[in-house]
């Protein structure tokens, strides 16, 4: 069987010019479900521990936008999990995120988003787990939540596996379920769906994730959370039939690939001026002294894509994390990202750090380079109001307050265009918003617009700080983030003098 490292490359040609396409061959399943809430995660990461325990290297993705899902999938592997969003990255970039993260890999394990035909546009499916299937080409392992159902758990199924043109269901996991309701399942749709059950997690109070306002709770929050997994994976050694689970994930296709170009956009439909990739002349004459990105990483802020950090370093950037919450200052850094999170949980603590929160104002001031999302807009802030009313003091780079609303403000996939120093003429970066708090600045610099056409101002652009409530796909437009290392370099010539 040929695994990721085993991938034969050809060059062919295509509009004339040269591309280098890599044939990628790996096992590879999805996990999905037929609505949010039926147990996906927690089925997943026993799923990886298990195949952790049976000595093979797994390597993990998630299906959309979700930060928090890929928390959980690098808490048990110990590597990071990619997300893989056809609206953001496109066909192709999808195609290079999942060869990415499958290096080294023995097999892909792909969790699924809310329910698996659930998407967007005007089909409702763009973007679906079932359309990331098809474009895969990856046999989905549908996880249905069973408790109080018998036979019409069976015909649930059934419809799910008969919906869609392409049939890539292979077999039915079931969830809170009894050893005898699951034989009497699987019964009924070997004989009338023609698909299998895999598995089952009987009902067990131990085998659910506790959530909140934006999805699950962080892994870190959760006690025992690795001895909540591994109980679940040792039920699953148990109930799971891991050798059909591997026979139906080896008989996925092998994928074509195609190599990032230069001239070629992350995503296809995008402006002209996204074209610029990471072969950027931005990242030469600076690999032996790259400018430095400071990154916000601890328990307010953890919300990010990994292709954003890669395509950073890719462009000369050193990654080096802090904590907003536990340092005292900044490192010494050329540039800083603060991504989204949960600060509203900790803007007490936030607050009570004022040494970093003079250190960032400070920096600000100096005119470093600042990218900010969501959590981290929030965060520099004059101040943020929490559930209870009360307000802290962040830290005042920009002006504003910000509080929770104990609703969904805005929700989905945007695409993001504007002015000022990353954004200019005829760029435009795709991302999503998902918050339940709003601000009384959220900016204007830019401006967002919804696959359905709805729009609203965005952003605050400030010099060379750049933050707001969308959560930004940097492959979408490289040349955003090819211009925030510029600044980068240009600010750390600029501390020289």
Known sequence: MKMAGERNRTDGRTGGSESHVSELRIPRIMIAAPASGSGKTLFTCA????????????????????????????????????????????????????????EDADIAVIEGVMGYFDGTGDSGMEGSSYELATVLQTPVLLTADVRGMSRSAAAMI???????????????????????????????????????????FPADDELRLESRHLGLVEPDEIPNILEKIDHAADILEVTLNLKALFIFASGAQALQVEKETPEEPAVKDNVEEAAAGPASTCAKGRENSPVTVAVAQDEAFSFY??????????????????????????????????????????????????????SIRKEADSGMPILAECGGFQYLQ????????????????????????????????VEV????????????????????????????????????????????VQGRIAAGYPHLYYRSCPAFAESFVIECGKFREEKRY
């Open 47 to 102: 799923l990886l521990r298990l195949l952790q325990r049976k000595g093979f290297r797994a390597a993990a993705f998630k299906c959309g936008p979700d930060f928090i899902d890929p928390m959980f999938h690098k808490k048990v592997l110990g590597t990071p999990s990619r997300n893989l969003d056809l609206y953001m990255a496109g066909e192709e970039g999808v195609r290079r995120s999942f060869a990415a993260g499958c």
């Open 158 to 200: 059934k419809g799910f596996t008969d919906y869609g043109e392409q049939k890539m269901i292979c077999g039915a996991f079931l969830n809170r379920t009894s050893a005898v309701t699951a034989e009497r399942i699987e019964g009924w749709l070997a004989k009338e769906a023609g698909i299998p059950v895999l598995g089952f």
């Open 305 to 358: 894509y990994e292709d954003n950090l890669e395509l950073l370093q890719e462009l000369g950037a050193k990654i080096v994390y802090f904590s907003p919450l536990h340092d005292r200052e900044l490192p010494e850094a050329d540039g800083l990202l603060i991504g989204g999170g949960y600060p509203e949980l900790k803007a007490g603590e936030l607050a009570a750090n004022t040494g970093m929160l003079a």
């Open 382 to 413: 004059e101040e943020l109001v929490d559930k209870e009313g009360t307000a802290h003091r962040m830290c005042g780079v920009l002006k504003g307050s910000s509080r929770m609303t104990g609703r969904l403000v805005r929700f989905g996939y």
């Open 417 to 460: 265009s504007g002015e000022g120093l990353y954004f200019g003429p005829g760029r435009t970066i795709r991302g999503h918003e998902f918050h339940y708090s709003d601000s009384t600045e959220n900016g204007s610099a830019c401006k967002a617009v919804k696959p359905s056409g709805k729009s609203w101002d965005c952003m605050v």
